[in-house]
């Protein structure tokens, strides 16, 4: 399990992560989600000890620095471009092999893994991003970690490329690992990750799975529509269930579709519709994030 | 430790830098000691020390090229993010250090000892390719080869460790060639003979031993150096402890 407590960093007067606490459960893949300039890569350099800042993160009970081989622990792809851009894909993996005590011919296995074995001769300065991140994906792939911690793994992946990536990032967590990833595909997201962790302004918003993300979003809920709306209303507002009028019936917050169907029935009220409505991700994710973000977009007052 | 020495080795060898560098010493080796000094050596032929000569200084004028080589070693891995590979794979930031400068040392002495071997050869193959004769040479084999050394050694530590505090790829190559050429140039028209107690100079003096500073030895001007690249080398380790990997 990754432990990270308590992690801080600040530059000059910004707190650009405010004393983060999570847990990364083996077995499972975690997303990571916050707006832009939220802290999510930040957070994951802090957990590497490449930034310098308050708290800890530990790997399996000892920091990355206390394990005898680090890329055995953890494999990361926080940049997409983290190459020399002459020197050649195998030669940049060997370097790293090199460094982790991994024999040369794990690298073959790694650029067949993600698919670039007929390019491992040429120079990565003029690859595609969709290649580099698969280049650095080959990187973090090469000690057999763990732990993988991804930053953005799907920026520039053709669409065969993300479904590789997802179906690939679920059975490494199924085979007793744990990955750590951040994205902003959250429709991507919503399919492979089992928990997710949501940070704004550095701090943390919600760490639970994605079902539960999804069922406290507001925009959850049933939608009903029966003849005598007015009769339902009272029926609701006796129950002290909430609701809101939409279209031609009534969304009803924070329950079931099969307790409004007894309510109505017990009620005497012919149902003509009854549809449980369910948030997406992503309006979930604007919701929980609303107050956090800090580059918003601004309605043009022309159009 | 073994492990980061091998994997900073071969970062040396698989870049176009590296062997750009070593070829540009090489050829202008050839140039300066075969055409300059050999086939045009015209009088020079009587000066007993000539070949010892051209061993200072072919060193002398290409250690900053080799220092290159470092800086780039080190720089590049700011300029294209790879040193959070370097860092994560291995477990503490002073084993990485440490396997940079053995990198770098292991160069600096195979570079050193090429150009020390060749430029004396390549003078003397282009006197005899005139058809002139030298006159007896005086050639302090141990004195030259640990002078050589030392001083390919000094300007790569230099180097690094200008890289290592200022991590700016152009600010460190800048600072390399303006701090000796420029910089100790102006303070030396002040300090005249103490001149010497500069970093570069006192590293250059190792080799040319400038005849207003004869009164001090190689060593102590070895000495002098020395104690740079080690103070150097305490405050480089220090930042690079310290400070966030970008």
Redesign the interface.
Known sequence: MIKASHLSKKYRKKLAVDDLSFEVQVGKVTGFLGPNGAGKSTTMRLMLGLDGGGGKTTFDGKRLSEHSRPSGVVGILLEAKAFHPTRTARNHLKILAAAGSIPDKRVDEVLDVVGLKDVAKKKPGKFSLGMSQRLGIAAALLGRPKYLLLDEPANGLDPEGIAWLRQFIKDYADQGNAVFVSSHLLSEMSQMADNVIVIGKGKLIADTSIEKIIAGSARSGVFVRTANLSKLQKTLEAHKITFETHANGLRVNGVQTDVIGKLAFDAGLPVLELASQSASLEEAFLELTADSEEYRTKKDDKS | MI??T??EI??LL???STYIIFTLSVLLAVFFAFYADGLRAGQTVHDPSKLAGEVTSAISAVALLGALVGVLLMT?EYR???I?????????RTRVLLAKIIAVSLFAVVFSLVLAVLSPSLAYLGIHVKGLHLVHQVFPVWSLLWRSIFVGWGFAMLGLLLSVIIRSQVGTIATLFLVPSTVEQLLGLLLKKNAVYLPFTALDSVLQHNKELTAVSYGRVALIALIYIVVGWLIAWQLFL?????
């Open positions: 492990a980061a091998k994997a071969r970062k698989t870049v176009r590049h294209y993010n790879t959070m590979y370097t860092l994560t794979s291995s477990r503490n310290r400070r966030d990997a970008n």
